[in-house]
């Protein structure tokens, strides 16, 4: 993706298209009348979109649909056919080309070997507790559903910035934007990952990140008021730079694996940070990774 000011400006005109797109991906998703919903005649969105993102329209949301099945075939032991009209396709025939096509296996050998590397990976990291960084113990725990405010980041997840700090445009500008509109909030900053970071491409990483406030708000078109539903989680509590983060997410995905009471649900991890983030890299930095979870049946 081009990184000039103009493609940027584009970027950020197109997201809350995208986020529509994203929160759609089961259904029958006509690009075209979506465009003329947000005022594109279909010639001008497709030529926007395709230097703003990098890809056509269809393209991305095949992309999207593949990630999240891929995901999905990995995390759960739901059928593939399950997966494939999950994730908005349409014949079970047209999901295994097009899963072949762009992860090299096909949907019944992906699950395969993520699942002989899960067993792999659970035998050599039982006592792991993090490299240049701390974990703890992997807990359940239940999180209550809330109102966030919150803005889309479109890009490297290690490009996000520690909320409130002097770099950060993200969690402070909903601050900024709920004081000026007297709307009580709690300066808590969540984040919302909805992309696997080993899958997508870095520039296409999409976060939210959100502020609990007390009362739904009509936003802006970039602010956006999002219900958090809350529910089980499995969570571990990590403690150093945010380089180290994805070590916290494996790691809780390590105990959910091993836990005879509770499996994957297939819904976005999500960070709560603790105290005052100074620097993405302090060796204090304080963050609750959690992942979505529900008991077995």
């Not at 490297?156 to 601050?175: M, Q, S």
């Not at 990952?193 to 491409?201: E, L, S």
């Not at 297939?266 to 940070?273: D, F, K, M, R, V």
Request: aromatic content about 12%.
């Amino acid at each position: 993706m081009n990184s000039g000011g103009a493609s940027r400006n584009s970027f950020q005109e197109l997201i809350p298209l995208l986020v529509e797109v994203q929160r759609n991906l089961d259904r029958d998703l006509n690009l075209d009348l979506l465009a003329k919903q947000y005022g594109y005649s279909p010639y001008y969105f497709h030529r926007l979109f395709s230097r703003a993102v990098g890809e056509t329209p269809r393209k991305y949301v095949e992309r999207l649909r593949l990630e999240k099945a891929a995901y999905k075939l990995q995390i759960t032991d739901e059928p593939v056919l399950d997966v494939c009209l999950a994730v908005g396709f349409k014949s079970h025939e047209t999901f295994s080309r097009a899963f072949k096509r762009y992860f090299g296996a096909s949907p019944q050998n992906c699950r395969k070997e993520a699942k002989v590397m899960q067993v792999q990976k659970l035998e050599a990291d039982r006592t792991f507790r993090g490299d240049r960084c701390w974990l703890s113990e992997v807990r359940f725990e239940s999180l209550c559903s809330m109102q966030f405010l919150s803005i889309r980041h479109i890009g490297e997840y290690a490009a996000i910035p520690a909320a409130f700090t002097e770099d950060d445009r993200l969690w402070n500008g909903l601050v900024e934007w709920v004081k000026t509109h007297n709307v009580r909030y709690q300066p808590i900053p969540f984040a919302i990952y909805y992309d696997n970071p080993t899958v997508t491409p870095k520039a296409l990483q999409q976060c939210d990140a959100c502020i609990p406030i007390d009362t739904v708000v009509v936003g802006t078109r970039t602010m956006r008021c999002i219900g958090f539903m809350g529910g089980k989680y499995g969570v571990a509590e990590h403690i150093g730079p945010y380089s180290t983060m994805i070590q916290a997410f494996r790691h809780v995905a390590d105990g959910v694996r091993s836990s005879e009471k509770y499996v994957f649900r297939s819904e976005p991890a999500l960070a709560i940070a603790r105290g005052v983030h100074v620097d993405k890299e302090a060796s204090l930095n304080h963050t609750d990774v959690y992942l979505p979870v529900e008991k077995r049946r």
